[in-house]
């Protein structure tokens, strides 16, 4: 995995804190923001609440495949990969019956 360059604004409250969270474990601000987002994901993705929203963005159409197998596990994905071809397939008969 790569790395990408995210510019975004924080409080300065939190900026503040970060800084003396980096001083006092000799890291850098970078680090510390990495560590605290790595942190958060882990544990919303153990929420069941979390991970029905992340199948209802794959049905959508809006993450893809890996990103979901990601938050949910391989296994778990290729079942909603399954179900969704179904659904899929399910829709476009039912199209067909509508336009006879």
Known sequence: MGNTRVNFRLPDDLVE?????????RKNRTE??????RDYLEEIED??????AVVEL???GQIGF???AEFI???????V?????????????AEDMANL
């Open 17 to 25: 804190k970060a800084d003396v969270a980096a001083a006092v474990n």
């Open 32 to 37: 510390i923001v990495k560590e605290a987002l």
């Open 47 to 52: 929420d069941e609440t979390f991970k029905e």
């Open 58 to 60: 794959y049905l959508d």
């Open 66 to 68: 890996d990103v979901l």
């Open 73 to 79: 596990g391989r296994q778990d994905a290729e079942s």
């Open 81 to 93: 990969r399954a179900s969704k071809a179904l659904l899929d397939q399910g829709e476009d008969v």
